[in-house]
């Protein structure tokens, strides 16, 4: 026989226009008939939405409310008085606003409520961003996810000193005054906090990690409008192809690290971090949809991005509102001075914090850095009424409901941290629609941890600067997985 060819017989090979009607049915089936099936079971309970187009779903639609609805809702902004609280939704994610206003389900006190484990995140997440989150603890599901949870602690706050000594050079360069673009100083902080927190090293032993992470970040991002187009992720583009190798990059570089830290676990029998015990849980419990590899390498991916990316985020908001607000800008500074008294910034302080705190919820409130709640039913299960059939996917614009007149006011879009004077409970009924870290069985599993190291890197920059914002800055969020300032945040520090 010629080599190349089958040694089965002829009558069992199937023939082409056979195996061509098999692909199309299976196709047809996967990307057609069974969304459909979900969506009218959905129709008949009077949950409507866009109609979507074969393969593609609802980008095409979605490309064209952008091109018409992002100008004119833009227009319609550009007169208000508070250019940094006005509502960014129409440029980052006009579709969304606009089926907002089409089509009206009400699904977030439901998800909520819901503590079954029959509502988890999608599995699109691992699919669609798996370079990036795998299946660590931000999109696993079940008994993983439950086996996974852990609580961090201990954060190590003087790691910010070396942030301030180097503005504070700046600074003095400048006659007492100098722009300084705080974005990347602000990223490279939290890096090193969680680094000294969870993994026992400093940001400089994890830097070609972080650095990689956030290529691969800004990468993933500039793909958003095509996840969940079946088979795009397997295609051979030049972005897919980075994308692929800086995954192979940071999982060789994140075992490297597990492996250097078990072994001095081993000599020095001091195992108190959270590398230590995601290493254990590798070794035990229900990984039989991963591997103890992937285990470490997905949770400590989801812990670099999570963990550093969305709080640096909130903290870049958080001093650009307090900026361009001197009021509550002196407000909170007069609260830290009063609080400290001069000496070094105490854990016992941090609850002392009430200004600073309110400011921090209000920045969490206008500028959330998770763009979504998104969910999928694993289970067939009822929510509001509504029976959800498996499968269906559920997503939240966090952002658009922290901005709901109807729940926070005609003020909706203002820079207001005294609406959180007596809490989330007091600032917004229902107070499930506050959801920044989340809602229901899946909030973030760092909030306490995150909420501490704000309150810590902006009590210590209050202390020592003065800050305005520049001239140079230019106000344009943008959504790349989280949603930052497009342009970075110049601001104008002095010493006090």
């Known amino acids: 026989m010629e080599p190349g060819f089958s040694s089965l017989p002829w009558p069992t090979l199937l023939p082409p226009v056979l195996i061509c009607v098999a692909l199309f049915s299976y196709l047809y089936t996967i990307l057609w ?137 700046e600074v003095e360069k400048h006659d007492g005054g100098a722009e300084v673009v705080v974005d990347e100083y602000l990223r490279n902080l939290s890096a090193d906090v969680i680094s000294r927190a969870s993994f026992g090293s400093s940001f400089a032993q994890g830097k070609e990690i972080f650095n990689k992470i956030r290529q691969l970040q800004m990468l993933m991002a500039k793909q958003d409008m095509l996840i ?94 307090l900026a361009s607000h001197p009021k509550w800008q002196s407000s909170a500074r007069g609260e830290v001075l009063e609080v400290c008294l001069g000496n070094s910034l105490q854990a016992d302080m941090l609850q002392k914090l009430k200004t600073l705190t309110m400011v921090i919820q209000e920045t969490l409130r206008l500028y959330p850095p998770a763009a979504f709640v998104t969910r999928e039913a694993l289970n067939d299960i009822k929510l509001g009424g509504i029976n959800i059939p498996k499968g269906t996917n559920i997503r939240i614009p966090i952002a658009m409901v922290h901005r709901d007149p109807s729940v926070w006011g005609p003020n909706s879009d203002r820079f207001d941290p005294g609406r959180f004077a007596n809490g989330i409970a007091g600032a917004c009924k229902p107070s499930h629609m506050y959801m920044p870290f989340g809602v229901g069985a899946r909030t973030c599993a760092g909030q306490n941890l995150a909420m501490v190291e704000l309150k810590v890197v902006l009590s210590l920059l209050l202390s020592k600067f003065e800050f305005t914002l520049s001239p140079n800055y230019m106000h344009c969020p943008a959504f790349r997985l989280t949603i930052e300032p497009g342009q970075g945040v110049p601001l104008i520090l002095k010493r006090l």
């Open 33 to 169: 008939l069974k969304p459909e099936r979900l969506r009218q079971k959905l129709r008949k309970q009077g949950v409507k939405g866009p109609n979507p187009s074969f393969l593609f779903g609802n980008i095409p639609e979605m490309r064209r409310i952008k091109q018409e609805l992002a100008k004119s809702d833009q227009e319609m902004e550009t007169g208000t008085t508070d250019l940094f609280s006005s509502n960014y939704l129409a440029t980052i994610f006009p579709y969304f606003l606009h089926w907002s206003r089409v089509y009206d389900p009400d699904m977030a006190k439901e998800l909520a409520n819901c503590k079954s484990l029959d509502l988890g995140k999608p599995c699109y997440l691992q699919k669609e961003l798996g370079a990036l989150l795998g299946m660590g603890i931000l999109t696993s599901n079940g008994d993983l996810w439950l086996h996974e949870r852990k609580g961090m602690v201990n954060l190590m706050v003087e790691a910010g000193n070396t942030m301030l000594n180097l503005w504070e050079s």
């Open 228 to 321: 969940g187009v079946p088979g795009f992720r397997y295609l051979p583009t030049k972005s897919n192809r980075e994308i692929w190798s800086l995954d192979t990059s940071i999982r060789n570089l994140i075992l490297n690290i597990a492996k250097n830290h078990e072994e001095h676990d081993s000599a020095t029998h001091i195992n108190n971090d959270l590398l230590h015990s995601i290493i254990e849980g590798a070794k035990g419990g229900p990984l039989s949809s991963c591997t103890p590899e992937d285990f470490i390498v997905d949770n400590c991916k989801n812990i670099y991005f999570a963990g550093h990316e969305t709080t640096s985020t909130t903290a870049t908001w958080c001093l650009l509102l």
